[in-house]
């Protein structure tokens, strides 16, 4: 019996196809069929054993963890603020960013030491991780579902916690990057029973893929590392 693997639409999804693509892990015309702009959700890859279904990306994590999916790509942020227990098995070297606090340069001192701040995110559970069990501050956050460099612009919070890429968002609205929680990137996740149930084939798509990751220059090669 194959996998099924759960993809992130958005930003990811290219990337992700193009990997599994040159890894050998999606055929060619299954990787055109993805790549368009059609609205069907899943896919069987001819020849690979495995079958694919694209969902939103906070939503991976979910059905990795149910069993739905074998396997999943999405970005550590999701992971993070998912919080399931998942292997987390292999670093994909793009969709690299930050997690970071973010606010005018006036509130970089309140930020350092002050409690009783607002925090707009769209990720709470990251937001309270990093202040509360991190800083040790008290803060008040307020969970928003996207342009949430708005917030401290509209004065709805002092601060946000937010992902950066280029920067040029938080530059072109007066914000600066007053904190760093994490570096981010693209990940693969395993289900904990899959991971014994199909080992074999779990570890061939591993393979695979850190074979496609090598011979690009992403990732050094084992014989590399151990110098
Ligand atoms: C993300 C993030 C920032 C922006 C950062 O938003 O929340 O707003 O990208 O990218 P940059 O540093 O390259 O400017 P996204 O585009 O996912 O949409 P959203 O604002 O609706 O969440």
Excluded: W
Aim: with cysteine.
């Amino acid at each position: 019996m194959g996998l099924t693997v759960a993809l992130a639409k958005g930003r990811l999804a290219d990337k992700t196809l193009d990997l599994f693509a040159r890894a050998g892990a999606v055929c060619p015309e299954t990787r055109e069929i993805m790549g368009e702009t059609s609205r069907r959700l899943v896919f069987a890859s001819e020849g690979t054993g495995l079958s694919f279904f694209m969902a939103k990306a906070p939503d991976v994590p979910t059905y990795v963890d149910y069993g739905a999916a074998d396997v999943g790509v999405t970005g550590k942020d999701t992971l993070l603020e998912g919080g399931r227990n998942l292997y987390e098995v292999l670093d994909l070297k793009f969709g690299v960013c930050r997690m970071v606090v973010a606010g005018y340069e006036e509130t970089r001192d309140r930020l350092r030491h002050g409690n009783n701040l607002r925090v707009a995110t769209k990720y709470p559970r990251i937001a309270l991780d990093y202040f509360s069990r991190r800083k040790q501050q008290t803060v008040e956050i307020v969970k928003l579902n996207g342009s949430v460099e708005l917030a401290p612009i509209i004065g709805l919070a002092d601060v946000i916690v937010d992902i950066v890429e280029s920067g040029v968002t938080l530059a072109e609205n007066g914000l600066s990057v007053l904190e760093e929680i994490t570096p981010l990137s693209a990940r693969m996740v395993v289900n904990r029973a899959s991971m014994k149930t199909r080992r074999s084939r779990v570890a061939e798509l591993i393979t695979q893929l850190k074979n496609a990751l090598v011979s690009e220059g992403a990732f050094p090669k084992e014989a590399d590392r151990e110098r």
